[in-house]
């Protein structure tokens, strides 16, 4: 069997070679081989010289078909080549929102072709927050969405609430999350406790950090940011680190604006295996971003037992405590969470989410979609056959 799998992903490409990128790596394809046994991918690229990537190369056995922009869809080649991977291929994994996703759904219906739908996000926060002038945008593809979910025949959601009631379907569906974790150690929380304890007071330098991408402003680390140049006049000692690709110079220059440049260290992208040792060394996890699905970077947070707080957006409140939740946007109401955490409070919480960091254990997960999965290919292969 052939999957194809679409998302307007952006895939590094070096010298002719696609190359695994954070939460596209060797598990995310061995995830789909393992069901379809040979896979074909439709997204966009982005070239990189040999010296800029860090990770593997994809098996050359996952063939690709890639544009640059979106703007290339006008183009009839572009067009065709996403028709010939369709027609090629037996079943469809389209992951939304995405461009492509949604531009692949009617060729699905035109070819026959059966397709499950993963929703991973929102539409209308995505677009929304990159600026006032992208409303009318966010609500045409928002409603594209709504009815491409409402109609799909099989639906995976990664929350277990947030993105049912605001895109339901009509089919059948189930609550997967798309991150997973090999396993969940207590050791892990025994390092957090004892890293807790040995904290001394408000003057001793905490650090605070985020996972995401550096130059995306719906991320909002610009939020922590001017949240810090408030709690250091306070008195608060803060390092506020940020992990993750991107060019930083924008957040610098809101640094440099209210006087917190010495505060901010800039760590950049990581291997994989290395956020997780960056989450071991800092004291408490933040995610400000104004648009989340269900977020990676919380989950593997968890996992470390890292005291956490976010912003009220996608899927968050599932994940963490609602009591350390803040507005989107809200700078006095980063500031107030900040100073619910005592010693007493960071040891809860992160006994807290260690616990519900087993929930997105891959052993668990995996076992779940994969009966889903397979469900929706014993089906349709019945109603072939009941068709010939």
Known sequence: MLGLFIHD??????????????????????????????????????????????????????QFTTIRNLKELKKK?????????IKKCDYMVIRLPSILGLYSVKFAKKYNKPYIIEVVGCAWDAIAN???????????????????????????YVTEEFLQKRYPTRGKSISCSNVTLESVEKIDLD????????????????????????????KAQEDVIQAIATLKKDGYNIEYQLVGGGNASYLKDIARKFGVLENIKIIGALEHHDVFTWLEDIDIYVHPSKTEGLSRAIIEAMSKGCPIFGADAGGIHEQIDNHFIFDKGDIEGICRI????????????AIKNHKNSQRYIKENLYGKRRQFFEDFIKQNQMSRKKGN
Do not use: W
């Open 9 to 62: 992903h952006k895939f590094p490409k070096v010298e002719g070679n696609y190359h695994y990128s954070y939460g596209f790596d060797s598990e995310f394809f061995n995830r789909y081989l393992a069901i379809f046994g040979n896979l074909s991918v439709i997204a966009r690229e982005k070239n990189l010289d040999i010296e800029s990537v860090t990770t593997n190369s994809v098996d050359k056995n996952v």
């Open 130 to 156: 990159k600026g006032f002038t992208q409303i009318p945008f966010a609500f045409f593809i928002m409603n594209l969405m709504k009815k491409a979910i409402l109609n799909a025949k099989y639906v995976v």
């Open 338 to 349: 900040y100073n619910k955490f005592t010693k007493v409070t960071m040891s809860e919480q």
């Open 77 to 85: 080649k572009t067009r065709d080549n996403i028709k010939q991977a």
């Open 191 to 218: 390092k957090r406790l004892t890293k807790i304890s040995q904290l001394e007071g408000t003057n001793e330098r905490i650090t605070i950090g985020t996972c995401a991408t550096l130059d995306v402003i719906y």
